[in-house]
């Protein structure tokens, strides 16, 4: 692996050592010659080409690999580390197997980095926007502006007078009338008073029982033809 490639961004697996993967093998699988991670200058290295016993690694000073956490079949952990007695090592980096893929564990100072990216990231788009609006008057001075937020969300106000208004508008109610009118004069026994609604009917001949009608005495003709009001009655005299 080159030294000047992130090791945090890439991945090793060999497809024929998953279905027999375990714990006691997992080293094994670890130390193969493609993995990019395994440094060949190891004690395990050295215990491997000599055949000797894995416990005798306590008893050497120097780079080591070992098993961390196993959680078979699917989770394994292997630190790497630096022995300087039987009792006492440095750890320097954790490697984790999830499905046979080998990954390197980031370290704090990588984790505390992203973190502190992406924070300056959402902070930086923050006063961008928060910019955007900013607006100078040489006699107001600074300001803000948000109409663009406040004409994508109408208030209720204005919602309840557009649903007031979705119910007929001035045009549709006159062009209904003029249409009602058109259809009474093709078809007037459809809109003749007996074709009205029973009630409405009874109704109807109630207001006409209810007026009076008042004749005017019969006027006859005279010779000449000409209708003349009739004689007007004179008082009696005492």
């Known amino acids: 692996m080159d030294k000047t490639e992130n090791a945090l961004g890439i991945s090793w697996i060999d497809s024929a050592w998953v279905p027999h993967l375990n714990q006691g093998n997992i080293l094994d699988y670890f130390s193969e010659r493609s993995n990019p991670f395994y440094d060949r200058t190891c004690n395990?290295?050295?215990?491997?080409?000599?055949?000797?016993?894995?416990?005798?690694?306590?008893?050497?000073?120097?780079?080591?690999?070992?098993?961390?956490?196993?959680?078979?079949?699917?989770?394994?952990?292997?630190?790497?580390?630096?022995?300087?007695?039987?009792?006492?090592?440095?750890?320097?980096?954790d490697y984790y197997i999830?499905?046979?893929?080998?990954?390197?564990?980031?370290?704090?100072?990588?984790?505390?980095n992203s973190r502190l990216l992406?924070?300056?990231?959402?902070?930086?788009?923050?006063?961008?926007?928060?910019?955007?609006?900013?607006r100078f008057h040489p006699t107001k001075g600074y300001s803000w502006e948000f109409k663009d937020k406040e004409e994508k969300e109408p208030t209720s106000k204005d919602k309840?007078?557009?649903?007031?208004?979705?119910?007929?508008?001035?045009?549709?109610?006159?062009r209904v009338d003029l249409l009602l009118g058109e259809l009474a004069k093709k078809h007037p026994a459809l809109y003749s008073p007996t074709s009205q609604h029973p009630a409405k009917a009874a109704h109807a001949e109630e207001m006409k029982a209810d007026v009076k009608v008042e004749k005017l005495p019969d006027e006859k003709p005279t010779s000449n033809g000409s209708m003349k009001p009739p004689p007007e009655k004179k008082?009696?005299?005492r």
């Open 98 to 112: 999830i499905g046979g893929s080998v990954y390197q564990g980031p370290d704090l100072c990588s984790v505390v």
């Open 160 to 174: 309840k007078v557009k649903k007031k208004e979705e119910a007929s508008s001035a045009f549709q109610r006159k």
């Open 235 to 237: 008082q009696k005299l």
């Open 44 to 93: 395990n290295e050295t215990i491997k080409m000599q055949r000797l016993n894995p416990d005798q690694m306590l008893n050497m000073t120097g780079l080591e690999y070992s098993l961390l956490h196993a959680q078979e079949p699917i989770l394994y952990v292997i630190r790497k580390q630096h022995r300087h007695s039987p009792t006492q090592v440095t750890p320097l980096a």
């Open 118 to 134: 992406n924070t300056l990231s959402c902070l930086s788009s923050a006063f961008d926007e928060a910019q955007s609006f900013a």
